[in-house]
């Protein structure tokens, strides 16, 4: 999976630099401290189920997500968090690896990430993270910038 990462990355002239872990990282804590940064700068990648429709969350590992302003922002009447096979099924990455490109959803990215001149995202897998820029990241993905944190 992380091939497809570097592959992607390359075809959308996305510069990254991969970091290898000794182990997964499960909390967003334990990733910033696997490669040195404050727990905002982690981009989390959260899959959420609107109206029936697959989106990708990339948030601040700083705050937790509003699912009001998510579904405001959206304008869907319903938003909820997606299952493990539910994300498998619309990314091919499982929980905990799905980096914030590499797939065809929509993304909404969280504005507080913007405060850094990079970000770590997932790299395909639980054991990679991505370091980018996220103005980059926002620009190769086509994201919808907006404040979505709790």
């Given at each position: 999976?992380?091939e497809?990462?570097?592959?992607t990355?390359?075809?959308?002239g996305?510069?990254?630099?991969?970091?290898?872990?000794?182990?997964p990282?499960?909390?967003v804590?334990?990733a910033?401290?696997?490669?040195?940064?404050?727990?905002?700068?982690?981009?989390?990648?959260?899959?959420?189920?609107a109206?029936?429709?697959?989106?990708i969350?990339?948030?601040?590992?700083?705050?937790?997500?509003?699912?009001?302003?998510?579904?405001e922002?959206?304008?869907v009447?319903?938003?909820r968090?997606?299952?493990?096979?539910e994300?498998r099924?619309?990314?091919?990455?499982s929980?905990?690896g799905?980096p914030?490109?590499?797939?065809?959803?929509?993304?909404v990215?969280?504005?507080?990430?913007?405060?850094?001149?990079?970000?770590?995202?997932?790299g395909?897998?639980?054991?990679?993270?991505?370091?980018?820029?996220?103005?980059s990241l926002?620009s190769?993905?086509?994201?919808?910038?907006a404040q979505?944190?709790?």
């Amino acid at each position: 999976m992380r091939e497809k990462v570097l592959r992607t990355a390359e075809e959308l002239g996305l510069r990254v630099d991969v970091r290898k872990l000794d182990r997964p990282t499960r909390t967003v804590h334990e990733a910033a401290s696997a490669v040195g940064c404050e727990d905002a700068q982690i981009a989390k990648s959260i899959v959420f189920v609107a109206d029936g429709d697959p989106v990708i969350v990339i948030a601040s590992g700083e705050h937790r997500i509003d699912t009001y302003k998510l579904a405001e922002l959206l304008d869907v009447a319903e938003v909820r968090q997606a299952s493990a096979d539910e994300v498998r099924a619309a990314t091919g990455f499982s929980v905990g690896g799905v980096p914030p490109f590499a797939h065809d959803l929509p993304v909404v990215f969280d504005e507080a990430l913007l405060r850094h001149d990079h970000v770590f995202a997932a790299g395909g897998d639980g054991n990679s993270l991505v370091e980018v820029d996220p103005r980059s990241l926002v620009s190769c993905t086509k994201a919808t910038v907006a404040q979505i944190g709790a």
